[in-house]
């Protein structure tokens, strides 16, 4: 329940709360960032250890850490203590808590009219509070005439961050670093791809970005980001995280350095070149590689099967090779493509996108840019022949329309089921699997192209 309230003071120091070891400046922070809502935290710091019993307090983690995978060690004292006991804290203080807390205790509000006055906390609505004063004299009064609200310390059990806390048993006193780690939700990462098509749509420039994301409620300050690109396996589950509702995102621009890049295991990492800050709520974007220009192809798509009959436009498509002789030759994330083609005056027109998958190096890009607009197909059913109750025979009339002032590169693709024969043929074709035909034909500009072909089906 939402509460307009003016002020609330604490009389208690906050900075007396928690007095165990709660050092919390970190000297090493990693982030390792995944493409579906996950992030792995690394942090490293000094702590100061005494003999025996020991409570450690790291505030500050994620607000949507998964408690099950927090690992904590001393690596420089293996041996040497035991984690007795973890707990996370999330109990975060807020308006709502702090009245419930005070619930049936002694509080002071002020007035506007500047009255101060005292008395057990019966009940806080959204618009009253109900106080019960000496004489047994109970007051309700009304929100909106109350400035502050005194309290006299923090109620046990809330705390400022969420916080991890051990009990260790150690066997060494003084200084030594502690290496912290967990998997958090609440981060991801995507690539998105400008694509720039020059005016006769076979050379391009590609550039990239890098947006990470950050809802996990917490920033992470002068971080080491790596990314993971590839679909890694996650055990279904109930959730043991603390969720956030994210807030609004704000946009930065990181450094122009681009990522060092490498295989790990059957993934590949993209390591950022310097640290840098992760704040919660925060679309960062940094450059996935430098400006590439290389050769591509336009074709236009008409695909069918079987026994279908349509007249639709045809499906544009760019396609580019990604080889280390066109210039490319690297492990794509996936991402969205967005496709530009500048005009006769130079200026950039937005012409489509596209959602490509992970791509490796040797692998063809594909994208679908849109229908067009001048380019059209029609396929009819001219004969089908029953010849029994498990063969046919079909005679299939493709015509494709070109009404453009140039001439169009056109892929006729034709997926048949069954056991197939193709008897008779207009045009030359190639297979391209048990079911898939391509017919590859260049219509000329303002005219069209008729395939035709007749096959045997037999199921």
């Given at each position: 329940m939402h509460r307009d309230y003016k002020g609330i003071i604490l009389s208690l120091l906050l900075c007396l709360y928690l007095p165990c070891l709660a050092e919390n400046e970190f000297k090493n922070t990693q982030v390792t960032i995944y493409n579906n809502d996950l992030g792995l935290i690394f942090q490293e710091k000094e702590v100061a250890l005494s003999k025996g019993a020991n409570t450690l307090r790291i505030e500050g983690v994620s607000k949507r850490v998964r408690p099950t995978t927090v690992k904590l060690s001393f690596p420089k004292i293996t041996g040497q203590y035991q984690l007795v006991e973890q707990n996370y804290l999330y109990d975060?203080?807020?308006?709502?808590?702090?009245?419930?807390?005070?619930?049936?205790?002694?509080?002071?509000?002020?007035?506007?009219?500047?009255?101060?006055?005292?008395?057990?906390?019966?009940?806080?609505?959204?618009?009253?509070?109900?106080?019960?004063?000496?004489?047994?004299?109970?007051?309700?009064?009304?929100?909106?005439?109350?400035?502050?609200?005194?309290?006299?310390?923090?109620?046990?059990?809330?705390?400022?961050?969420?916080?991890?806390?051990?009990?260790?048993?150690?066997?060494?006193?003084?200084?030594?670093?502690?290496?912290?780690?967990?998997?958090?939700?609440?981060?991801?990462?995507?690539a998105e791809y400008i694509l720039v098509l020059n005016r006769e749509e076979n050379e391009f420039s590609l550039n990239s970005w890098i947006s990470l994301n950050n809802n996990s409620g917490t920033t992470f300050e002068n971080a080491k980001v790596k990314l993971i690109a590839g679909d890694i396996h996650r055990a279904t589950?109930?959730?043991?995280?603390?969720?956030?509702?994210?807030?609004?995102?704000?946009?930065?621009?990181?450094q122009k350095k681009v990522p060092e890049t490498r295989e790990i295991g059957d993934y590949y990492l993209y390591a950022l070149p310097n640290p840098i800050t992760l704040r919660h709520s925060e679309l960062k974007q940094v450059s996935l590689f430098d400006e590439i220009n290389g050769k591509g192809r336009k074709v236009y798509l008409f695909e069918n099967y079987s026994t279908n009959e349509i007249e639709s436009p045809l499906r544009v498509v760019f396609r580019i090779e990604n080889r280390k002789e066109n210039n490319m030759g690297m492990a794509m994330p996936k991402g969205i493509v967005r496709v530009f083609k500048r005009d006769v005056d130079e200026t950039l027109q937005f012409i489509g996108e596209d959602q490509i998958e992970h791509t490796?190096?040797?692998?063809?890009?594909?994208?679908?840019?849109?229908?067009?607009?001048?380019?059209?197909?029609?396929?009819?059913?001219?004969?089908?022949?029953?010849?029994?109750?498990?063969?046919?025979?079909?005679?299939?009339?493709?015509?494709?329309?070109?009404?453009?002032?140039?001439?169009?590169?056109?892929?006729?693709?034709?997926?048949?089921?069954?056991?197939?024969?193709?008897?008779?043929?207009?045009?030359?074709?190639?297979?391209?699997s048990s079911s898939r035909v391509l017919f590859p034909i260049t219509v000329k500009a303002d005219s069209s192209e008729t395939i035709s072909y007749t096959y045997t089906r037999r199921w």
């Open positions: 975060l203080v807020n308006t709502q808590k702090i009245f419930d807390k005070y619930t049936g205790e002694n509080v002071m509000f002020r007035l506007k009219s500047d009255e101060n006055i005292s008395g057990i906390l019966m009940n806080h609505e959204k618009d009253h509070v109900i106080l019960s004063l000496p004489n047994d004299v109970i007051r309700i009064l009304a929100t909106e005439n109350i400035i502050d609200y005194e309290f006299p310390s923090l109620p046990g059990g809330l705390i400022l961050k969420p916080t991890l806390e051990w009990n260790i048993q150690s066997a060494f006193k003084g200084k030594t670093d502690a290496q912290l780690s967990y998997l958090t939700s609440g981060m991801s990462w995507n589950m109930g959730r043991d995280e603390y969720k956030v509702i994210p807030q609004a995102n704000i946009l930065s621009m990181a490796s190096n040797k692998d063809t890009l594909r994208l679908t840019i849109g229908n067009a607009f001048d380019v059209k197909g029609k396929r009819t059913i001219i004969e089908q022949d029953r010849s029994s109750k498990n063969a046919e025979t079909i005679t299939v009339k493709i015509e494709i329309r070109n009404r453009k002032t140039t001439s169009a590169e056109v892929e006729v693709v034709e997926n048949i089921s069954g056991y197939w024969d193709i008897k008779k043929t207009s045009h030359d074709y190639q297979q391209q």
